[in-house]
Structure formats: C-alpha cells, structure tokens
C-alpha cells in the first residue's frame, strides 16, 4: 500500500470529523499502528483542529456545568433503586449497565488497613533503635578489645619487675 | 470547546440542554475514549456529533446554527460547500447526495476531499 497516496485520499480528516464508513475506520485503524507518518498525520490534523476549537471556544449559558455536574452525580445514585426491587428485566440491566462507569485499574500497589500505618511507624522506629544499639555496642565491644589487647601487652611487662623483686 | 462545535448545528438555547445530554452520555464511555486512535477532543468531537445527528434526525436537518467547520470555507465551491454541509452537519449518506445530483460515489468523495483541503489550508 503507497501510505501518502492514502494519507492525500483525505481519509483522516474524514476519519477525525467522524465522516468515515465503518470499514473505512477498521481499515485506517488497523494500519495507523504500523505506519508512523500515518499517525503523525493524524496527529497533526487532530491538533489543528483542537487549536481551532480553542480559539474559537464559546462558553456555554450559565449553569451549564452545573447541570453536568449534577447529570453525573445522578449516575451512581441511581444505582440502589436496581436492587432494591429484587428484580430486573434485560432492559433494566442493560440501562444499569449503562450508568456505570468502566473503569479498568491495573496497579501494582496493594492496599491495606489503617492500623497498618502506626504498626509500620512503629516497627521502623525500633529498626533504627536496634540498629544505633548494634552499632553502639559494637563500637564498645571494639574498644573493650583494645583495651583487653593492650593489658594483654603490658602484662609480661608488669610481671618482669616484680618477679625481678622476688628474686 | 465542545460548545462552539455544538453550536455550529443547533441554536443557542437547544445546544446548552444537548450539551447536558452528551456529556453524561458520554462520561460512562470514558474507557472508550482512552482506547480510541483519535484524540480525546477529536473522540469527543465525533461522538457528541453522533448524538446530535440522532437527536435532529427527526426535526429535518441541523446546520441551523452558527458557523463553525463552514466559516473555513469560502474559499470552497459551492458544491464543495453544499457536500460538506450535507455530509457533516445534516448527517446525510455519500450514495443519497450522489443521487440526488445524479452522479457517482467519487463524485461526492471528490468534492468532500476537496472541502477538507480547504478546510485544511485554513486551519494551518
């Protein structure tokens, strides 16, 4: 396939203004993946018009966002009324279906209760206490060492005199 | 932003209720949108346009607002106007407006290429 023959056929812009047949979007999307300039092309053409509508913005009437707000607020309210009649048609379920957000989350952290937090505080305070104590008291078991070593050299000097006396 | 697009097919009052609608239409979609190749204001763009479609589709036609897509262009033919308003802004097919003016598909295919390029020269 000649990529810029098909990127002049104009079948991005139609493709961005929502003008293309659907085998014209399962075509273009399954090639976009494999053609880089057929995507930078699109790209360019998106923030075109994005720009334009950023200069042309118009704010919508007053209260507008309000009623937005409060439309998707109704969404999960909405929920409980489902349940509580203890029965639903295929209609019902595909409605409630509807008001749900799908949300996929994929993470790699976990959750856990509260109480962990003091715990783990806890239990890294008395890491770093046990770790100044090991080390404090391997400094003194060090400097015991010394001392020891060096008693240990002054004792053949300390008994030759007094054995000298003895005699 | 999606306002102004809104505009460009109904008139200020009936735009501000439909907005309402295709926003929370919309937001349980919002996955849909994450997966789509086109940009999220592009996605937005096209969706809510469906909706708008859907929701003048028995009044006859939309186009009765301001002029948005249309204002760039003047420069176009007037069949070249007359294709792309019929085509994105009253939702029409390609096959009934190559009818109506007793010619083929790329005919129409033509014509809206041609549009888009102006569109294209005035956006840049």
Same mark, same amino acid.
């Given at each position: ?23 014209? %979007? ?19 053409? /998106? ?14 009437? /007053? ?10 607020? /109704? ?82 000097? !300390?008994?030759?005199?007094?054995? !000298?006396?003895?005699? | ?44 763009? %096209? ?31 007037? /069949? ?17 407006? !190559? ?26």
């Amino acid at each position: 396939m000649n990529i810029r023959n098909y990127i002049d056929s104009g079948i991005l812009q139609n493709y961005a203004l929502g003008l293309t047949s659907p085998a014209e %979007v399962a075509t273009l999307e399954k090639l976009l993946p494999l053609y880089p300039d057929l995507q930078d092309a699109l790209w360019d053409w /998106e923030m075109k018009l994005e720009q334009y509508a950023i200069q042309h913005q118009t704010p919508p009437p /007053e209260g507008t966002w309000e009623l937005i707000a409060d439309r998707i607020r /109704e969404l999960p309210a909405t929920r409980p009324a489902y349940g509580q009649n203890g029965h639903s048609n295929g209609q019902e379920t595909k409605e409630k279906e509807e008001e749900y957000l799908s949300v996929k989350h994929h993470s790699s952290t976990i959750r856990v209760h509260k109480y962990w937090r003091p715990a783990f505080i806890i239990i890294f305070i008395l890491s770093k206490i046990f770790l100044a104590l090991s080390i404090y008291y391997y400094l003194q078991y060090k400097h015991t060492q010394k001392d020891i070593q060096s008693l240990q050299q002054q004792l053949p000097k !300390a008994n030759g005199p007094v054995q !000298a006396a003895g005699k | 932003m999606l306002f102004s697009y809104v505009l460009q097919f109904l008139p200020e009052e009936e735009a501000g209720s439909l907005l309402v609608n295709i926003f929370s239409k919309l937001s349980t979609r919002l996955e849909e949108a994450c997966n789509s190749s086109l940009s999220i204001y592009c996605w937005l763009q %096209v969706e809510a346009r469906k909706i708008i479609l859907e929701h003048i589709g028995g009044k006859g036609g939309g186009g009765q607002g301001t002029e948005y897509y249309s204002s760039l262009l003047q420069d176009a033919s007037p /069949e070249q106007q007359w294709v792309f308003r019929e085509l994105f802004l009253n939702g029409r097919q390609k096959e009934e407006l !190559a009818l109506q003016v007793g010619k083929d598909g790329a005919y129409i295919d033509n014509l809206l290429k041609e549009s888009l390029v102006t569109i294209g020269k005035r956006l840049t």
